[in-house]
C-alpha cells in the first residue's frame, strides 16, 4: 500500500476532523485515524450531549443511527424457530447445540476393566499364572481363584475375584509361571469398576451444550449414534455490485469480490449453513426477487447500504415492507450496517461494501443474531490493555484490529474501512470508545473465530 492508498483511508469529514483538533488530536494522516466517508445523516445522538451549538445537537438527535452495544443486543433478540431440534449423526454434529439433555445410555465402563497392561490376581501373592491371557474386547474370562493370576491387557474385562492388578513393570515370573510382586499390592489397585464414570441414565450434558470434538467422544462413548440438535441456521449470501471480479487481476476500473470468497466461511464458523452465494451486480430487480424467494433464515447482503445511484439496499426493503430493526450503527467502520425483518423468523443483515466496514457488520450484527438461532451461549466478555494509544471517531464506536500478545492488545495499521491487511493477521477486534483510548487502557475485545481455537471453526 503506498501513501497515498494510506491517505485514502482518513477520510475525515469537516465536522470529525473539527472535533479532533478541539480534543488536541489533529487529524494525523496515519491509518489508525480512518473514520470513513462523510454521514448521510447528522451526526449521533451519542455525540449530541457534547456539542454546545443548539441547532448541531438539534441535528444530532434527530439522526436514527443506533449505538453499537445496543445493536448488538437488538441483534441477540432475534426469536429462534420453536420446536426444530433434529436429530443428527455424530460425524455432522460438530459446532451445533444440543436440544435436549445427554444422558447415559449405559454404566461407564460398561464392565470392571483392567486399567494397566499386567496381571489380575486373586488373594494373596505368590500367584500362579494362567497359561492363556485376557484381551480387550474378548467376553468374559473365567473367574480366578485365590492364588491365580492371569495376564490381562488394558481395557480388558477383569475375571471375576480378581482383587487388583499388579502392572506389567511391578512383577516377575519364574520358570514355573509364578508371579511374583516387586511392589506392595492395594485391593482393587488399578481396576476400574464398572460405572466408576458414570451410571446409564445419568445426565452428562445439559441442552444448550456446544457439541465439540469432546463431546462428541463422550456421547459416542456413553452409546449414542445420533445426538438431538438444533440445526444451524441457514443463510444465503447476496453479493451486489457490477464492479466485482470473481478472477484475475483488478482492472479498468473493476475489483476484485473480496466478500465472496470471506464471507461464507466465516458464517460457517458463526453457526450458520450456507446455502446460497449469489452474484447480482447492481440489479435492484435482481435483489428484489431473490429476497422475496429467498427461505433463508437469514439473508446477507454486501454493498449497496449507502445512499447512492446504486445502492439498492432500502429502497428495496422499503419495497417489500420489511422492517427497519437497526438502520446504521454508530461505529467505525460500517456505518451504513443494517438489521431488517423481512417476514417472521427471516432476517436481512446488510453489510456495507468496503471489506473491513463488512467485517464491522459481521461482528456487531450476523454474530449475535446466528448465536441466537443457533442456540449458542454467548462468549463471556472480557478486557485487555492496550499496547499503544489509538485514535478514536469522535462520537462514535471505533473497532480495529489487533494482535494478543501476553496480556496486551497490539493495534495493529491498515485498518482502513477498504483494508485487509490489517484484520487478515489479526486475533480480535478491540472495540475503541468515542474519543480514543490510551496506552494501557481496557478495552473490550471481539475474538475472530478461528483465534479462539475453537469448535466454531467449521471450515468445511
Ligand atoms: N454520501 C455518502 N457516501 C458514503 C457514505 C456516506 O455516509 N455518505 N458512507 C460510506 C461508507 S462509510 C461506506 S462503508 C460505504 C458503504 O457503501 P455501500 O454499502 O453502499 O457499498 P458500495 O458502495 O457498494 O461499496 C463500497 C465500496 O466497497 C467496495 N466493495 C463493494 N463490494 C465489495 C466486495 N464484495 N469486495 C470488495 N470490495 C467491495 C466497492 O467497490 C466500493 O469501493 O459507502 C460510503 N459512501
Ligand atoms: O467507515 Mo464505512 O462505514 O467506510 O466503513
Redesign the pocket.
Known amino acids: 500500500m503506498t501513501a497515498s492508498g494510506r491517505f485514502e483511508e482518513i477520510d475525515f469529514d469537516v465536522e470529525e476532523a473539527l472535533a479532533l483538533v478541539k480534543e488536541g488530536g489533529a487529524p494525523v494522516p496515519d491509518d489508525s485515524g480512518s473514520t ?6 447528522p451526526s449521533p445522538a451519542a455525540g449530541a450531549a457534547s456539542r454546545k451549538d443548539p441547532a448541531e445537537r438539534q441535528a444530532a438527535e434527530q439522526h436514527t443511527a443506533t449505538p453499537w452495544q445496543r445493536a448488538r443486543t437488538i441483534a441477540g433478540r432475534a426469536p429462534r424457530r420453536p420446536d426444530t431440534a433434529v436429530s443428527v449423526t455424530l460425524d455432522a454434529a460438530l459446532g451445533l447445540v444440543l436440544a435436549a439433555p445427554l444422558a447415559a445410555l449405559s454404566d461407564l465402563p460398561s464392565f470392571d476393566t483392567s486399567a494397566m497392561d499386567g496381571w489380575a490376581v486373586a488373594g494373596p501373592g505368590p500367584w500362579d499364572v494362567r497359561a492363556e491371557g485376557v484381551l480387550a474386547g474378548h467376553g468374559a474370562p473365567q473367574r480366578l481363584t485365590d492364588g491365580e493370576a492371569v495376564k490381562i491387557a488394558t481395557g480388558a474385562r477383569i475375571p471375576q475375584d480378581a482383587s487388583a492388578v499388579i502392572r506389567s513393570e511391578h512383577g516377575r515370573t519364574d520358570e514355573k509361571e509364578r508371579l511374583y510382586a516387586t511392589r506392595d499390592v492395594a485391593h482393587g489397585q488399578d481396576i476400574r469398576p464398572r460405572g466408576q464414570e458414570c451410571r446409564s441414565g445419568d445426565p452428562l450434558l445439559p441442552p444448550g451444550t456446544l457439541v465439540t470434538p469432546a463431546v462428541l467422544g463422550l456421547a459416542a462413548a456413553a452409546g449414542y449414534d445420533t445426538v438431538a440438535a438444533l440445526p444451524r441456521p441457514r443463510a444465503e449470501i447476496l ?3 457490477d ?2 471480479l470473481t478472477e484475475g487481476l483488478p482492472h479498468d476500473g473493476l ?6 470468497p470471506m464471507l461464507p466461511p466465516w458464517l460457517r464458523a458463526l453457526g450458520a449453513e450456507v446455502v446460497a452465494v449469489r452474484r447480482l451486480g ?1 440489479d435492484a430487480e435482481a435483489l428484489r426477487k431473490a429476497l422475496k424467494n429467498s427461505d433463508a433464515d437469514l439473508i446477507v447482503t ?7 445511484p ?2 439498492h ?1 432500502h429502497p428495496i426493503l422499503r419495497r417489500l415492507g420489511a422492517e427497519l430493526l437497526v438502520d446504521g450503527v454508530e461505529v ?5 450496517m443494517l438489521l431488517a425483518r423481512l417476514k417472521d423468523n427471516q432476517h436481512l443483515v ?6 473491513l ?2 467485517v464491522s457488520g459481521l461482528l456487531t450484527l450476523a454474530e449475535p443474531l446466528l448465536r441466537t438461532l443457533a442456540g449458542r451461549a454467548a462468549p463471556e466478555p472480557y478486557t485487555l490493555p492496550l499496547q499503544d494509544s489509538v485514535h478514536g471517531h469522535p462520537y462514535d464506536t471505533r473497532l480495529i484490529p489487533v494482535v494478543l500478545r501476553g496480556d496486551r492488545a497490539v493495534p495493529l495499521h491498515y485498518n482502513g ?2 483494508m485487509l491487511r490489517g484484520i487478515a493477521v489479526a486475533d480480535a477486534l478491540a472495540v475503541v470508545p468515542a474519543g480514543g483510548a490510551r496506552t494501557g487502557q481496557e478495552l473490550e475485545i471481539l475474538d475472530l473465530p478461528w483465534a479462539m481455537a475453537g469448535i466454531e471453526v467449521c471450515f468445511t
Request: avoid cysteine; charge should be negative.
Open positions: 470513513g466517508a462523510s454521514r448521510p445523516v453479493v451486489l455490485g464492479e466485482l475489483i476484485r469480490d473480496a466478500l465472496g447492481d454486501t454493498g449497496g447500504t449507502a445512499a447512492g446504486v445502492d439496499v467505525r467502520p460500517g456505518h451504513p446488510g453489510l456495507p461494501g468496503n471489506p466496514a463488512a474501512p477498504a
